[in-house]
Nanobody
């Protein structure tokens, strides 16, 4: 079992920054693909970014150049640095772990953290 706890959300003005953290417990996540997803009110949950065991990253087009995902294996934690935030980034942000790289299925999820960007 992997427990994931997100933190770092909050209210920020457009153009501001936030750093989300996802602390894992139960297992070491260094070999897992870790992802960030978000869900805005009335919308489906969408993929934001992932980081693989090799530290390679991938981002959805809407956040490229503004968001950076990283991991600290010593702390068993992944981060999402969000800069130049826009009102459309407002959502609940979820961290997830894909324990089997071959399938890429995210099988563990955190409870989410709210990010609100005011205009």
């Amino acid at each position: 079992q992997v427990q994931l706890v997100e933190s770092g959300g909050g209210l920020v003005q457009a153009g501001g920054s936030l750093r989300l953290s996802c602390a894992a417990s139960g297992r070491t996540i260094s070999s897992y693909r870790m992802g960030w997803f978000r869900q805005a009110p009335g919308k489906e949950r969408e993929f934001v970014a992932h980081i693989r065991w090799s530290d390679s990253t991938y981002y959805v087009d809407s956040v490229k150049g503004r968001f950076t995902m990283s991991r600290d294996n010593a702390k068993n934690t992944v981060y999402l640095q969000m800069n130049s935030l826009k009102p459309e980034d407002t959502a609940v942000y979820y961290c997830a772990a894909a324990t089997k790289e071959a399938t890429g299925v995210y099988d563990y999820w955190g409870q989410g953290t709210q990010v609100t960007v005011s205009s």
